[in-house]
């Protein structure tokens, strides 16, 4: 049997897996459901989502609710801002960017069903590409492979981030330097986040993600 979890508002969960209400009764990735009368229960993947994976490991809060303006940088095919936009509900709007046509293309196809999306294709090591076509939100969220994907987080928030405000960064150690151990990188991570903002949280992601830990901030 499916229940709402008590602490995140619009994920639900059994035994085993975690999922949310499909906002639309639709899915639109190879994917398990689950139907409990009229509505429809996507199963999420906490190895395809890093998001997901946090939850399964237990971190502690990420902001997102009903109503939460999003900017999601790194959306890729928009798997995991699918399940962002069944939390966030129609009330809700993600600006999702990607740096890659090809798969902004699917973004697009995803956006054109869910009212709630709006894809945007642009780097986001240069936010002020995109000062004319998005909002302060209440959420950055970032998942990005990239060298200076700490300071691209920063820079973001600092930009974007409304006050009272959590920023979640999904980190790929391997992609920042193959040579350091990722215990050592996430360590050294935690210290340049805190000298700009308060960490709230963190978890390490394997097994779901190898060499992966999502950290969550919070602007004063
Ligand atoms: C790991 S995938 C994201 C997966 C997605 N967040 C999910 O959970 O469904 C990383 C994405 O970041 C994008 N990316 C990398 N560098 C970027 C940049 N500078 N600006 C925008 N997108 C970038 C890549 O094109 C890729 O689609």
């Not at 996507?42 to 939460?68: M, N, T, V, Y």
């Not at 909002?135 to 930009?159: M, P, R």
Request: with cysteine.
């Amino acid at each position: 049997m499916i229940l709402l979890d008590k602490k995140f508002p619009n994920i639900f969960k059994d035994k085993k897996n975690i999922y949310t209400k499909s906002l639309d009764k639709k899915t639109y990735f190879e994917e398990r459901t689950k139907r409990e009368g009229k509505n429809v229960y996507r199963e999420w993947d906490p190895k395809r989502s890093k998001l997901a994976a946090g939850l399964i490991k237990g971190i502690s809060q990420i902001g997102f609710k009903e109503g939460s303006i999003v900017l999601y940088l790194g959306a890729s095919h928009g798997y995991t801002v699918s399940f962002v936009s069944d939390i966030i509900g129609k009330n809700g709007f993600i600006f999702a960017i990607d740096i890659a046509p090809q798969v902004t293309r699917d973004l697009v196809r995803l956006a054109e069903e869910r009212n709630n999306i709006a894809p945007i294709l642009a780097n986001c090591n240069h936010p002020e590409e995109y000062k004319d076509t998005v909002s302060k939100s209440d959420i950055v969220y970032q998942d990005i492979a990239q060298k200076n994907q700490v300071q691209i987080f920063l820079k973001n928030c600092d930009a974007y981030l409304n006050s009272g405000g959590f920023g979640l960064l999904a980190l790929k150690a391997r992609s920042m330097d193959v040579t350091k151990k990722p215990k050592d990188l996430f360590k050294q991570v935690m210290k340049e986040l805190e000298e700009k903002i308060s960490v709230v949280d963190y978890r390490v992601l394997d097994p779901y993600e190898k060499d992966h830990a999502l950290f969550i901030v919070k602007k004063k």
